[in-house]
Every structure is written in C-alpha cells, then in structure tokens.
C-alpha cells in the first residue's frame, strides 16, 4: 500500500511539472549543443539543436493541456531558448563560418544573442495576443544552425549578413499568427 501511494504521489509530481521538465530538457540539450561544438564536435552540435527545437515545440502544448501554464513557466522557457537557439546556434556558426573573420566576426554572434534576449524579454512582458512580435528566437536559431549543411557553398561574408538581418527580424515589430 506504501508502494502504491509513493508512485501515485511520484506520478501526480511529475504530471505537475511536465511543462518544466520538457524545459529543462530543452534547455540541456542546447547547453550539450554548446559543449560538442566547443569539442569541435558540429555535427552532434547540430542534431542537438534540432532536438532542443522539437522540445520546445512540445513544452508550451504540454502546458497548456496539463493547466500549468505559469510565470515560472515561461521565465524557464525564455532561459532555455536563449541557451539553445541563442547561444548554441551563434557559437556553432561562428566557429564554422566566422572564426577567421576577426573582431567583426566575433560581433556578429554577439549582436544576434542580445537581439534574441531583447525579443524574449520583450515577449515576456506583452500580454499574449495569438500573434508572435518579431520571429521567434527558436525560428532563427533553427534557421542559423540549418545553414550548417551549406558552409562549404556559402561564404563569410553570407554570414556577416545573416546574422544582423536574423537580429533585426527578431527585435523587428511585425507580427506572425501562432500556430
């Protein structure tokens, strides 16, 4: 009887947190992300950028089918997209396509993670309207980390542009209806 009521308390725990937990698994692949490609390893970097993106898909449905939807929440999520499709994508591009470029090289990355945290904070702060303002942080992380399979035909300068055109389209004020 014990047994039974500690998986039931167990269950009822983690049901409760699910939202959370989808998060926070999130979140560590996109720190995972950052670690491969700091260990050269860009094709594991990737492949777990694309999962971090497939999690976050689900976390916020997850939410809202469970009722947990929370401050908390979507604080966590923020934090996670901006490790996974913040951090994680500049740093892969960066050391792909960037790395010779210098100090503007260096910028480049930079000027897209404090594009994509003044997109979250903004999203943070404005009531939910249906409509997304400026492209979401984990559509342009998906997109950056995406054109890893076409470095060997695209060239710095590419890049040098893609990175501040993603900035701006994330702190940009037009909106994309939710799907």
Known sequence: MFLFQKVDSTLKKIKANAANIIT???MSFGGAAIMATLNDSY???VLLIFIAAFLDRYDGKVARKFNQESDLGKQLDSMADIISFGVAPALLMYEMALIDAGVSGMMMPVLYIAAGA?????F???DSTGYFVGLPITAAGTLLTFSYFFTDVLSTQFYMILFPVLAVLMVSTFTLKKV
């Open 124 to 126: 943070n702060v404005m």
């Open 24 to 26: 926070i698994t999130n």
């Open 43 to 45: 094709s594991y970097s």
């Open 118 to 122: 003044i997109r979250l904070a903004r």
